[in-house]
């Protein structure tokens, strides 16, 4: 399988992209009189607009960036090893699934971005992914949308890479759909990760980051929504383990 993949390594591309954000923030916004009543709420807006979350916490748009470059360059080494203790080992029965829905045959062209199991790696930005258009067979992402600062730009980008009649695929953390399961996902997730992080890896705080950011993601229908107003068709999603993590498909038609 031909599988070019791109990561994002934030210390540059999070850099690049945060110049690029400076200078096209709510353009129309600008030209309003700051003085007046109208002039305020407008900026009051464009104050909100260019805020975001990391995790549970409120940051600017610029800082996101950088901060999660940091998580995951502090969880690098123990990444595979956490995700084995955290899932016992299910998070590859999640992707395995993911690959049994690609379904890819020889020569397709695949973009990983986030990546993880690509053969060739480029350095990349999800949300500005270094690709021309029409380019891939399909496209994934695994565990790695919800750490974007935009998803809305990120899945434009999805759609601009993929050749007509190309298939993206999402596999993301999502809503459980069964309460009992849902009480003791909670609990473990903020009783146990963070302290599990911090045992294996030394790192509470990134541990801390995940189950937060899992928290803040769209559930299942509100994503398909995002989804399709990127331009997807036929956006279907299936949920695994009672919607612990939910596969996303959609087509550029
Ligand atoms: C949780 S890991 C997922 C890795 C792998 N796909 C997996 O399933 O195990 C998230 C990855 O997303 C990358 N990432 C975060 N923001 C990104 C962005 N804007 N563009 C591309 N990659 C990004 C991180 O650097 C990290 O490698």
């Avoid at 979350?53 to 940051?59: L, W």
């Avoid at 995951?72 to 595979?80: Q, T």
């Avoid at 989804?227 to 036929?234: H, L």
Wanted: aromatic fraction near 12%.
């Amino acid at each position: 399988m031909a599988a070019p993949s791109t990561r994002a390594l934030w210390g540059y591309c999070g850099r690049g992209w945060s110049r690029a954000m400076r200078g096209c923030r709510l353009p129309g916004l600008r030209s309003s009189w700051p003085g007046s009543p109208l002039g305020a709420r407008l900026l009051s807006q464009e104050k909100r607009a260019s805020e975001t979350h990391f995790g549970f916490e409120t940051v600017s748009e610029e800082e996101k960036g950088d901060k999660v470059y940091q998580v995951f360059e502090s969880v690098a080494k123990k990444y595979d090893v956490m995700n084995d203790m955290m899932s016992l080992g299910i998070h590859r029965v999640w992707k395995d699934v993911l690959l049994w829905r690609m379904h890819p045959f020889p020569g397709t062209q695949l973009l990983d971005v986030a990546g993880g199991t690509g053969l060739a790696w480029v350095l990349g930005d999800a949300e500005e992914l270094p690709f021309d258009e029409d380019k891939f067979d399909v496209y994934t992402i695994a565990f790695g949308i919800r750490n974007v600062t935009h998803m809305d730009r990120a899945l434009q980008e999805a759609h601009r890479v993929l050749k007509p009649g190309g298939r993206f695929l999402c596999l993301e953390f999502s809503q459980v759909d069964n309460p009992l399961v849902s009480k003791l996902y909670d609990l473990y997730s903020f009783q146990v990760i963070p302290v599990l992080g911090e045992v294996i890896a030394g790192n509470w705080k990134s541990y801390q980051y995940l189950v937060e950011s899992i928290r803040k993601f769209p559930a299942q229908e509100e994503f398909k929504e995002m989804i399709e107003d990127a331009g997807f068709q036929k956006v279907t999603y299936e949920s695994l383990s009672s919607g612990i993590v939910a596969i996303h498909s959609g087509f550029k038609l």
